[in-house]
């Protein structure tokens, strides 16, 4: 089993690994944990495919990773999560290019934005960090199975925490607009959707991860205003067990573990927090473990059914 606790780094769950022929999809790799990601992947001789949403930010995010490994193979595209047609084309491109796909990493994602709708009218975190992200991954099922044994990774947050999955009213349209339980209902559709692709596709050999990167300083937080950031305050003031922080290297290694740790051959569909495989609990002050609700079959096949009919 694994060695690698909170302190691991990406480098640290890669050492001595050869991931030459490796091919791994990377959504929102331009900064923060999808960069770093990127960087240790190629750096390990995987193939990466950067998806991201802005071309120039994403050459410069290239350039970054080349400088520190220059013989990194990488693949630029680009693809916005928050408009559904714009994942159709990068999946059908994705696919005309790419008969298989080895990893899928679904990093992309906003915090706590104020009020808004995706280009499909979806609220605004649920649209991106779970519907946008959905399409893809089904879209790209077809490469997935093609590796034979894939994995697909998602990234969730501690943040699940904040609510369940609220069925019946995704877009808020029952109850006030609040943007931590928003993040925190995307964050367990994470989990979820991570479940329901395990159940659906682990007989065909892809197996899926949700992952808790931990607490890091990211341009995750660019929408963060000083009244959510109360807010955040108020409810960590709830715990008695301080949440610290990660380095990004630390952040992003989890990540890397689910992509390529042989720790989790026959494991799916379960939450990782410090390159682990994170225990139920219930328990509020808990720093560490991940809510029932989020690992629940029955949500997530309820989920499944209507992310389907959302994305049409």
């Not at 925490?161 to 209902?185: I, N």
Request: with cysteine; aromatic share 6%.
């Amino acid at each position: 089993m694994t060695t690698f606790g909170f302190h691991a780094t990406t480098d640290d769950v890669l050492a001595g690994l050869d991931l030459t022929g490796q091919r791994i999809l990377v959504t929102g790799a331009s900064t923060g944990l999808g960069l770093e990601t990127t960087r240790a992947l190629a750096a390990a001789g995987a193939s990466v495919i950067m998806a991201v949403r802005d071309l120039t930010k994403g050459g410069a995010a290239a350039e970054e990773v080349r400088a520190s490994a220059p013989k990194a193979d990488l693949e630029l595209r680009r693809v916005d999560l928050a408009d559904l047609a714009s994942v159709r084309t990068f999946t059908h491109d994705l696919l005309q290019d790419h008969a298989s796909l080895d990893v899928l990493i679904a990093n992309a994602g906003i915090m706590a934005c104020p009020k808004g709708t995706t280009v499909d009218g979806f609220e605004l975190q649920f649209g991106t960090n779970h519907l946008g992200h959905f399409l893809l991954i089904t879209q790209l099922m077809p490469a997935l199975i093609a590796a034979g044994g894939a994995r697909v990774v998602l990234l969730s947050s501690a943040g699940h925490r904040f609510g369940d999955v609220d069925l019946d009213d995704p877009g808020f349209e029952q109850v006030p607009y609040d943007p931590w339980l928003a993040y925190g209902r995307a964050k367990t559709a994470n989990v979820l959707c991570a479940v329901g692709i395990d159940d659906r596709f682990r007989a065909q050999g892809v197996r899926a991860f949700a992952v808790h990167p931990g607490g890091i300083q990211t341009e995750l937080g660019r929408h963060l205003t000083n009244e959510s950031l109360q807010t955040l305050i108020d409810h960590l003031a709830d715990a008695t067990v301080e949440m610290p922080w990660k380095t990004i290297p630390q952040g992003a290694a989890t990540s890397v573990y689910a992509a390529t740790s042989r720790d989790l051959d026959g494991e799916g569909g379960v939450y990782l927090e410090d390159c682990h495989i994170a225990q139920i609990t219930e328990d509020p002050a808990a720093r560490e473990g991940v809510r029932g609700y989020a690992l629940d079959r029955q949500t997530a096949d309820a989920l499944w059914t209507l992310s389907e009919q959302l994305v049409r």
